[in-house]
């Protein structure tokens, strides 16, 4: 959300800029325009009106003072477009139309530039924040009618407040003002849209990130317009068709390949049934043939019932795959349980059991049989004996640990020992099992909703631990379908 | 995400701060700006000075150092050269003869423009007896090497030269005081002073000179 937020703030101030900048410099360059316009007419207007009041008035030579400041008078009455001051300079003589025959606005530039040009001028001047213009007339007058003229020496200066110029001015600046502000105003609303128009497609895109990152494969995008963001929807629409094409070819892949087990252990267990029954009449008959042919025999039937044991173990991890395995759940005692394993299979003399009392749980018999069979005839067979099985509880799970006093396992085998087929010692790889028991264990415990992991206990040999939650598998049961039994395969290895 | 967010708000605030530079710079300076001092257009032109048989053109400096024609009203007519009107307060102006050939304020202005011998010699001389009351009053001044009004001796006027001769020695006068001297018997002579001014004093001649200070066509603009 907040990266919605940035997006659409920095396309609004953007935006917003934009026309700021536009507004604000069409403003200046209309007040920098007018204002120079304004100036110039007045200015212009005051020089001209002035030149043509002096002319009309200035007094002869020699300068009488009394009369001087009549004609003075005369000027300032005559002033264009504002009042004026009127002052006249020659040699030291200073006379005005005003109070004080000297003004403190008139600048020594303008007094040397009337003396030394031949030329009216003018300068505007800003005193106490009053901008005056004052106007510089240097008087010439003709030798002879209508011919030629000298510097007469006399320069007559106006002074004129530009008061009414800085009123029109400031209110340029007030127009100027009150014309960008309402168009920054009013352009907020297109730049909101924009925005808009911009981030919807933007939130569009992340929401259908989200939900494919979630499963959901088949999300698409509408696509509207021909504009970059359509691309970017039409992009990945595409991607997530691919993506999704790719996903499913790998599933089916993955179930032809799972079927494909399932039905080979299936095809095969038919005739395996019928050469187990022939091999069973055949071995007890071995004793009447000739060693040669009797050892023969005795082979076919040892590696028939090791196949139809592989084929067992192959149908089971198809039941597991294909998400069919059923836990058929029982309230038992746990020390029974184990010791009905152990008992079963002749194990008890061979296996030190510290099997407590009173550990009643929800499990599969069946498939704890399974678990702990595996794991003490692997550590029967591959570990060195003697061989510990031990009860215990802790925190809501039951812990079953299954320790060998052999060399233990080495270290690069212990990440894979509950992989398919994975032989930890290549010496062995004729060994009686089929590299499918750790596996089904683990899937077993998975089942269950609990942990397996293997080490090596500090003192030697080889420990398996086997957690199992005492309530059963009632909660991981919910969704025997969804993703936790591989998951908890993963969760396995990891911790191994 | 995070990260071209985090960086790219102070390049924005940046593009902000430089675009705002570019937009307000225009109105840096709002109200009215002094300016320099601007020509504007031709001076004012009028016909100051009186009639040119009632007066008589000589050429002080202004406090500013600047050469002036000032005008001196001769009311009355010219004795010996010298209006005995301009001069009330001048004891020392010779008052030799009566109104003699060239009397009343020398030619008329149609006869080209010279104007007679004598009524120079009166300009010089009143020029050398210096600025009167009022135009002192006004910081008229002559150049302080310029000898007294007594020295005027006479005029010798030529077509287009005029030799003014002083009984004074003229190599000493600076050339503030020659140009005054050059000027005031320059449009004595000549109504524009279109005249080359010889000065002659007691010990030679100086090189013929023109005044400094000549009519120019107006300016139209």
Known sequence: MTAAFGLRTRLVIAFLLVAAVSAVTTAALTYREARSALLVRAQDTAVASFREEVEQFVPGLPLDPESLRWDLYAIAARAKPHPWIVFAEYGSLRASSGDRPVSGVLTAELRRTALTSPHGSFERVVKDGKAYLTIAMPVMTRVVAGGDALPSGLVLFAVMPMTNEEGDIDALVTAARDGALPGLAVA????????????????????????????????????????????????????AARL????????????RARRFA?????????????????????DEDAGTLDPETARAVRLISLETGRLAVLVEDLMEISR???????????????????????????????????????????????????????LVGNALRHGGEPVTVRLSAREGVLITEVR?????????????????????????????????GLAITAENVH?????????????????????????????????????????????????? | MRKPVSRGLPRTARCAALLLVLGVGPLAGCGIQETAVVEAGRPAVADLLPPREGRVLLFFFSPDGELLPVPRNVDAAWRGGVPASSMPDDPSAPADGTPGGNGLGG?????????????????????????DTSERRAGLRSAPSLPGASVADRIDEGDLTVEVVLRARVARLSAPARDQLVCTAAYAAHTKGAVSVTLVGQEGRLPPAECPVRPVPVPAR
């Open chain 1, 447 to 496: 089942l269950h909703g609990g942990t397996i992991r293997a080490e090596n206990a500090p003192g030697g040999g080889a420990l398996f631990t086997v957690e199992l939650p005492f309530e059963g598998p009632a909660s991981w049961c919910g969704a025997p379908d969804g993703p936790g039994s591989a998951r908890g395969g993963d969760r396995t290895e990891a911790t191994s």
């Open chain 1, 262 to 282: 399932s039905d080979v252990s299936h095809e095969l267990r038919t005739p395996l049934a019928g050469m187990l029954a022939v091999t069973d009449v055949v």
């Open chain 1, 188 to 239: 907020l609303v297109p730049a909101l849209l924009a925005a808009r128009s911009v981030l919807r497609p933007v939130r569009a895109l992340r929401r259908a990130a989200q939900s494919m990152g979630g499963g959901q494969l088949d999300t698409r995008i509408p696509v509207h317009g021909r504009d970059e963001m359509a691309d970017l929807a039409r992009t990945f629409n595409d991607s």
């Open chain 1, 404 to 436: 060998d006093s052999g060399p233990g396992i080495a270290a690069e085998a212990l990440p894979h020992l509950f992989d398919r087929f994975y032989k930890a010692d290549a010496a062995r790889s004729r060994s009686s099992g089929s590299g499918l």
């Open chain 2, 107 to 131: 030619p008329p202005p149609g006869d080209g423009g010279m104007s007679g011998p004598l009524s120079t010699l009166a300009a010089v001389t009143a020029l050398l007896a210096g600025p």
């Open chain 1, 320 to 374: 597991f795959d294909a998400r069919a395995a059923e836990l058929v759940a029982d309230e038992v005692d746990a020390a029974e349980a184990v010791r009905s394993t152990l008992s079963g299979r002749q194990w008890l003399g061979r296996v030190r059991a510290e099997l407590p009392g009173g550990l009643r749980i929800r499990l599969d018999p069946r498939r704890f049989d399974v678990v702990v069979a595996n």
């Open chain 1, 244 to 255: 999704e094409r790719s996903v499913q070819e790998l599933r089916d892949a993955g179930v």
